[in-house]
């Protein structure tokens, strides 16, 4: 007599698994098949057609009533099981109960829904099920806008079929890029261009804090940051949960999902699990294909058949029309691998391949997946790839090798792009010029004035002039910027500015990086060029600074950190320095010293001490002396006409006010200055990057000296009459300097490249010009003018300062 097997879910595992045993085993049970939707086994994965309208529920049915009539399945749909009795082997459903010999659970995932205020409004849904699609599709009908919150598969499918079917979508994703656990930054990067494209708004790192809503109904989605999105449709597609509920209650082994063995055998003998329900060796799961898997190997356990579960790769795709991505394996990076790079930047091509030793052990591919499964097989079974390395990424049809282009992303400038910025020379200019025989750069810049001016374009005149003369014009070599780029760093930031290039993908893809995600050379000065270009829109990439930078204090040779609160123009009080002995006591602050720009230095101060030091300090009213920065350090001054019987000008005022407004940037370089009271220079002004100093008729602007590895004396930019004009023209110079300058290069080094005179034209004469290089540095600032120490003093930041062992417990316990 046939067996009763009891299946608790008609889903996709279940299915293929019911599938085999029929084939494999007719007769050798009767089925009783629950599934709390009222309806029986459909392609859930392709539940996106039928939200974006290409398919109907009607075609992605799989097994339909014929079916399950042919093979005698008792079917229960639109029933859920609400108890499992082992001892009596019995599963309750809602509408009764039925005896089992043999039990399989596969009761899928449930959407997880964070529980943030206004998640129960009207009009806030997962995305799982046909309910959940015919709820996105009736929303959709009433038009207006739709808020996906996750930028994962699920979320992106929403997103898109909501767009087709003709609501405005903004995708809200918490991470820096899209479907980061799939795809790499520079892949994320292609994919949020793909669907920006097609009119769909993401935004990454934004974080939701609230839905409110309007009766009983939503109405918009508020972020952390304050941002509040409208919406009459929120779809909330942040991850999944095993549906572990029923097989906890009865008491089978569970961690994250129910625990099986290879065999797919619960901690009950007579309960079997599979799908998205289980956990199978620490693992659990989410794609259909190792489901298909384990549906097999079932099918071979309930026939009493050996049969083992192997965990494999699994690649994924988006069902997006029109966005080709691939994804396999393993592409994290770790010690031991090598990446190899392909990018396309005309076509949006981007590939990437991780290999370990000899072996290919991951694949990213955007815009031209077509050999996606061939590296799926290559990392699949381990296939020994040295051989064919370097034609590797090429795919498996390639002859023979070719070098990527380093001139493509100049040949793919449109006429309009922009290449010399100081005189609006465009591309389409100098080929004209070419083409009318200027062959020679001299030619170029007496018939342009392209390259005529700083001189910075030079690099990417040649390149225009070796890109439209062919063999005709030899390009003199340039040093690149680093291993990553033929480029050098003026080419970055002429390419940066007129390809709109505003994120570190965005320029890695559209200059045809060489690897992945750059080096410890390109990554600062890229975070840096685009900080400067972008101040609004670009948000500083942390981990892109060297040390000093990303801990917001100076690393000392004994590990221990140097704090430096900033005294404006060198001036304290006695309620300051009170709070400083304080702060040096508390933390047993081993020296205390004045530095040689008019500060106190804390020097051997502990890394977990840090936060709260800080804070001690910033309660007295004290910030951060960036001490650290490429950016503003210090305004040193003498005492001027308030004390000196020298003086000609309030130096000292006039110190405190430059302060004032250039704390907080963030320039090439380390910037000092120094404002002086009378020629007799105590605050040595003239060995500053830009000193002023105050003489009978006024003020004399100096820039360009140094102190340091070279000493060098400063050189005079102009004389002006007032403060006034003081301000504006050192706001314009540093202006200046944060947009040309090279990352790395001292005011100094970068004026003996641009000159003296093209910086009085542009600061000095020009009016119209020095008024705007002055305002986009004020706009810059109006992000910039903050303190990094209040940030990171802030209780919820402070673990990332704790040491990562507390080694002096252990020994105490030993
Ligand atoms: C929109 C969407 C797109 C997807 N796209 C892809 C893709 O492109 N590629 C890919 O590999 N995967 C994709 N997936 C994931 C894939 O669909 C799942 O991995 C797969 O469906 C899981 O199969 P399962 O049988 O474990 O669970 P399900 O298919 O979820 O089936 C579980 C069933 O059990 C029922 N159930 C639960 N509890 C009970 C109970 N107590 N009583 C009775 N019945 C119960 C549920 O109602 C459900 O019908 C997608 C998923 C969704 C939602
Ligand atoms: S620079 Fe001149 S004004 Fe300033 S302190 Fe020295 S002597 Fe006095």
Not at 471 to 478: E, I, K
Not at 503 to 530: F, I
Request: aromatic share 6%.
């Amino acid at each position: 007599m046939a067996q009763k097997l009891v299946v608790i879910g008609a889903g996709m595992a279940s299915g293929r698994m019911l599938e085999h045993l029929f084939e494999e085993a007719p007769g050798a049970y009767e089925v009783t098949l629950f599934n709390a939707e009222p309806r029986g086994n459909y392609n859930r994965i392709m539940l996106s057609p039928v939200l974006s309208g290409e398919k109907t529920f009607e075609d992605i049915v799989t097994h339909d009533e014929a079916w399950y009539a042919a093979q005698g399945v008792h079917t229960r749909f639109g029933e859920k099981v609400v108890a499992i009795d082992r001892a009596a082997k019995i599963v309750v459903g809602e509408k009764g109960e039925v005896a089992y010999d043999k039990l399989v659970l596969a009761t899928g995932s449930t959407p997880f829904i964070i529980p943030m205020p206004g998640h129960q409004l009207k009009g806030v849904v997962a995305y799982r099920d046909l309910e959940d699609t015919n709820a996105m599709i009736a929303a959709a009908d009433k038009g207006g806008r739709a808020v996906v919150i996750g930028g994962g598969l699920l979320g992106l499918e929403a997103a898109a079929g909501l767009k087709l079917r003709g609501m405005e979508v903004t995708v809200v994703h918490i991470m820096g890029h899209l479907m980061e656990r799939q795809l790499d930054a520079s892949a994320g990067y292609l994919l949020k261009k793909a669907l920006e494209d097609r009119g769909i708004e993401v935004l990454c790192e934004a974080n939701s804090e609230e839905i409110l809503g309007e009766d009983g109904h939503v109405r918009a989605l508020k972020l952390k940051d304050g941002r509040e999105l409208p919406c009459d449709s929120l779809v909330m597609a942040v991850g999944i949960r095993p549906g572990v509920t029923l097989g906890k209650e009865a008491g089978l082994d569970c961690g994250r999902g129910i625990i099986v063995d290879d065999a797919m055998v619960t901690s009950d003998a007579s309960i079997f699990a599979l799908g998205e329900c289980i956990e199978h060796n620490g693992q659990i799961f989410g794609l259909v294909a190792p489901l298909y898997d384990q549906a097999k190997v079932l099918a071979k356990t309930l026939q009493g058949e050996a049969a083992a579960y192997v965990a494999r790769e699994v690649s994924t795709k988006l069902k997006v029309t029109g966005c080709d991505l691939f994804s396999a394996g393993d592409f994290a990076e770790a010690p031991g691998r090598e990446d190899i790079v392909f990018r396309d930047p005309g076509r949006g091509v981007y590939k990437r391949l991780v290999l370990e030793g000899d072996r290919l052990v991951g694949a990213v591919m955007y815009g031209d997946t077509a050999d996606g499964n061939w590296f799926f097989g290559l990392i699949k079974d381990g296939t020994d790839v040295s051989a064919m390395r370097d034609t590797l990424i090429f795919g498996p049809s390639f002859q023979g090798g070719a070098s990527s282009d380093p001139l493509a992303a100049v040949a793919a400038l449109p006429p309009e792009a922009e290449i010399c910025g100081c005189n609006g020379v465009c591309k389409g200019k100098i080929v004209e010029a070419i083409q009318n025989g200027a062959t020679t750069l001299d030619a170029i810049k007496a018939s342009t004035k392209a390259s005529a001016s700083c001189g910075s374009c030079t690099g990417l005149v040649e390149q225009v002039m070796a890109v439209t003369m062919g063999d005709a014009f030899v390009l003199p070599s340039a040093t690149p910027m680093c291993k990553c780029t033929e480029l050098t760093h003026e080419d970055v930031r002429l390419l940066i500015k007129s390809k709109a290039l505003k994120s570190m993908p965005a320029v890695m893809q559209e200059l045809g990086w060489k690897t992945p995600d750059g080096c410890a050379s390109c990554r600062p000065a890229l975070n840096y060029y685009l900080l400067a270009d972008w101040p609004l829109e670009y948000k500083d990439d942390r981990q892109a600074r060297f040390v000093n930078e990303r801990n917001h204090a100076n690393i000392q040779k004994d590990g221990t950190y140097s704090v430096v609160p900033r005294m404006w123009g060198g001036v304290t009080t006695p309620a300051e320095l009170r709070a400083i002995a304080d702060a040096a006591e508390k933390y047993d602050v081993p020296m205390v010293k004045m530095t040689g720009g008019q500060r106190i230095d804390l020097l051997g101060v502990k890394k977990e001490d840090l936060p709260a030091i800080w804070a001690d300090l910033n309660a007295a009213g004290m910030v951060s002396g960036h001490a650290y920065t490429k950016g503003l350090r210090t305004v040193k001054t003498c005492v001027g006409t308030e004390f000196c019987r020298f003086g000609t000008q309030d130096s000292t005022g006039l110190g405190i006010r430059l302060e004032k407004m250039l704390w907080g940037s963030w320039t090439p370089h380390k910037l000092k200055l120094a404002v002086t009271g009378c020629p007799r220079n105590c605050a040595e002004a003239t060995c500053k990057d830009i000193g002023v100093v105050c003489v009978e008729s006024g003020y004399q602007i100096v820039v360009g000296g140094a102190a340091g590895m070279e000493v060098k004396e400063t050189e005079l930019l102009c004389t002006v009459a007032t403060e006034d004009e003081v301000m504006e023209i050192i706001a314009a110079f540093t202006q200046l300097y944060r947009e040309n300058a090279r990352y790395l290069h001292r005011i100094y080094k970068w004026l003996a490249k641009v000159g003296l005179e093209w910086c009085k034209a542009q600061v000095v004469e020009d009016l119209a010009n020095r008024r705007a290089l002055a305002e986009r540095f004020e706009i810059s600032q109006s992000v910039y003018r903050t303190d990094p120490w209040a940030e990171h003093a802030k209780p919820s930041e402070r673990a990332k300062w704790a040491p990562i062992a507390d080694l002096t417990l252990v020994e105490a316990a030993q």
